[in-house]
């Protein structure tokens, strides 16, 4: 019996372009960056203004390609900033669409992506659906525990990249994502390794505001005390130390780039300040997955490496060096996200999962448990 073709138009918006793909099933027919003039998007009052711009910029290269929008069975739009949600694909409703349109954790380019998603999907009556967005929250009640009363642990991971992973090394190995305990570390501009327990990411560190290991451009955890001096010093504006923590952290704030290619040059070419630094990231890496080994009390099945960083040979091995005693260690580098979003709305077309419903207002943590 053939299996049925699914054919599905995926979006993710950035601040400047807009990726588009179309997959039949799992395999990418067309993907393409579409580029957008500055001056246009500037034009624009707000982010969610564009929709109708990007939206025709989409239909137009969908034409152009030759891709017949009317074969289409669903658009799966990146996850925007909404409210804390579990994992999984969910189809764009009117509640979803208001919480995007005001920014209700902010404004931020993904959140065009359910919109394009439904405005496309709507003129063609098929569903629209987003995928693991950044607001996936499915810490157990200790894990957002501080140890300062007034702050709270968050969950904010690469949490597309982290799912698609997880589920494609489930697949090697021959069982279901749910029946295995993995630690999934995405390493990028950010790093996040997530305690993956079950199905469920049940711990994770907060890859943006100051958690973790630090990472090509973000400082991670730094001595609070330290930090507190430095902002009371009258140095230094809010901003700045913000800018310094994410953005110019990391080996940007040690040498100058967040290259990682350059600093391995920096390394062959003799450098030993470089030298250091990098190994001092693989070195905070390495102790972050074995937190999550704790967390998952030693009973891990895999521990994936992704992402851009998991393309260096040495420092994919200066990690495993540390923790292959903990459990296989399996790399897949790099981030496919429009392939993620793909799988993800297949799963659901394929009733393989069952789409999930965006939470009301009324929704609290408390429901997520």
Known sequence: MLEQEHRILVINPGSTSTKIGVFDNEISVLEKTLRHDADVINSYESIIDQYEFRKQTILETLD??????????????????????????????????????????????????????????????IPSFIVDPVVVDELDPIARISGFSMIERKSIFHALNQKAVARRVAKELGKKYEELNLIVTHM??????????????????????????????????????DLVGLCYSGSFYREEVMKKLVGQGGLVGYLGTNDAVKVEKMIEGGDEKAKLVYSAMAYQVAKEI???????????????????????????????ERINWIADVMVQPGENELQALAEGALRVLRGEETEKEYPGKKADKAVLK
Request: with cysteine; charged share 15%; net charge negative.
């Open 64 to 125: 152009h390609e030759g891709i017949n929008i009317s074969k289409l069975s669903a658009v799966c739009g990146r996850g925007g900033l909404l409210r804390p949600i579990e994992g999984g694909t969910y189809s764009v409703n009117e509640v979803m669409l208001e919480d995007l349109r005001a920014g209700f954790a902010g404004q931020h380019a993904s959140n065009l992506g359910g919109i394009l998603a439904y405005e496309i999907a709507s003129g063609l009556n």
């Open 188 to 225: 990028g501009g950010g790093i996040t390794v997530g305690a993956h327990k079950k199905g469920r990411v049940v711990d994770v560190n907060n890859g943006l505001h100051g958690d973790g290991p630090f990472s090509p451009e973000r400082a991670g955890t730094v001595p609070a005390g």
């Open 290 to 320: 074995g937190s999550a080994s704790a967390v998952l009390g030693g009973k891990v099945d895999a521990i994936i490496l992704t992402g851009g960083l998991a393309y260096g040979k040495d420092f994919v091995n200066e990690i495993s």
